[in-house]
Structure formats: C-alpha cells, structure tokens
C-alpha cells in the first residue's frame, strides 16, 4: 500500500508553545490530507479535511485558530497546535488520499504523540 | 451518513481463522465498505474494502451479504501479530471516514 510519514513522532513542549506536525505522502500525490485525533482507549476523531491549495474544512467543535492546517503541497500537510495546553496532548495521526472520489482508499501515517506540560 | 455496528471484543485461537463480523444496515448504494485495523500506538492499517462483490487480497477476505447490510471480515490464519482493534467503517458521501470503537481482537497462543 501508498506510504504516509509524519514527523516528528513524538514531541513534548512546555505549555503555551506552538507545535508543527509534518504529514507526507511518500510514493503517491494526495489531492486529500485528514487529521485526526485520539485520546487514550478512545476512537480516531476527525479533525479536519484539507485539499491541496485549498482551505480546511474543520469538524464541529474543533477551532480553527486552534489547530492551523496548511496543505501548499500535493505530498505534504501540516499541523500546527497553536498555544498548546495539557488538554491537546493527545495521539495525531494524518490520513492521505489519492483522489476526490468515495472509493479511493485513504492511508494513514504513523502517528505524532504529543505531551504539553 | 451509514453507521456501523461490532462487537466490542473477540478472541481467536492462534491459527484458526477469525471472523468479524460488522452491521451497516443504513447504507447507500454508493457508499463502500473499508476494513481498517490498529494496532496499539500505531495509526490505523489499511486492510480491504468492497462495495458488492467478495473481495480477498494477501491479507484478509470480505464477505458482504447480498442486500449489503452486513459483512464479515475474515483473517484466514490468525497470528498473535493480529492482535489488534479492527473498524470497519462505511464511507460517507463526503468521501471522510468515520470511526466507530471497532472490534478488539485478542489473539490467543
């Protein structure tokens, strides 16, 4: 299957600092990147859609001026945590896709395991 | 949007083939049935989907039921390597997925 990295895999910053997530897509060109994330024994939750050139499109509940998301590339997105807290800490995982349409499979990176102390 | 239904957890013997099942009961005609799995502290895996047919790749069948209400995920010889949460999610319009809680699956020596 297509191939997804994030990085940095884990990071840990003090509180009030702002953290940037890399999302790539390795072997293939994403025209869709997704954001999720997960709290402890608990499901992905979507974030956010982005396409490339465009602006996100962020679910209910999550700030947009909270979580910055660009997508300047067709392999590349990002994640900024802006002013991060104790309660963004939590497991990041981006998702690339292909193309626009229903049946293109999505693939998932690694994860980022974030920690705001 | 379809919503989907698993148990919350199973147990396979090492070996033997496992069987997940999943209910979508609401689904559209044109929404897809993916299989994903994660395993701990690791983002999700992509495994197989499918929209009517039977689909099996080196990794695992699909078996969805003729009025596509429900269908079955099968790992033919589970390995302690499978032991992991299993969603089977039905693709939105929006093209966005959605995950449930999944299936827990404890593969046991």
């Known amino acids: 299957g297509a191939v997804v990295s994030q990085h940095p895999s884990w990071v840990i910053c003090k509180s009030g600092t702002s953290v940037k997530i890399e999302c790539r897509s390795l072997?293939?060109?994403?025209?869709?990147m997704f954001w999720y994330r997960q709290f402890p024994k608990q499901s992905l939750m979507l974030m956010a859609t982005s396409n490339e050139g465009s602006k996100a499109t962020y679910e209910q509940g999550v700030e947009k001026d909270k979580f910055l998301i660009n997508h300047a590339s067709l392999t590349l997105s990002t994640l900024t945590v802006t002013s991060a807290h104790p309660e963004d800490s939590s497991f990041y995982i981006c998702?690339?896709?292909?193309?626009?349409?229903?049946?293109?499979?999505?693939?998932f990176g690694p994860g980022t395991r974030l920690l705001v102390l | 949007d379809a919503k989907t239904t698993q148990p919350p957890s199973m147990d396979c013997a090492e070996g033997r083939a496992a069987n997940l099942p999943c209910n979508h009961s609401?689904?559209?005609?044109?929404?897809?049935v993916y299989w994903y799995r994660q395993i701990h502290s690791q983002g999700p895996q992509y495994i197989i989907h499918?929209?009517?047919n039977n689909e099996t790749n080196e990794m695992a069948s699909l078996i969805i039921t003729e009025d596509r209400k429900s269908s079955t995920l099968i790992l033919p010889h589970a390995t302690l390597r499978d032991t992991a949460v299993y969603y089977c999610?039905?693709?939105?319009?929006?093209?966005?997925?959605?995950f449930g809680q999944g299936t827990e699956l404890s593969v046991k020596p």
């Open positions: 072997d293939f060109q994403a025209t869709t």
């Open positions: 609401t689904i559209s005609g044109n929404e897809y």
């Open positions: 999610i039905v693709r939105n319009t929006g093209g966005k997925l959605i």
């Open positions: 998702s690339a896709r292909e193309g626009r349409t229903s049946g293109e499979t999505q693939y």
């Open positions: 499918g929209l009517k």
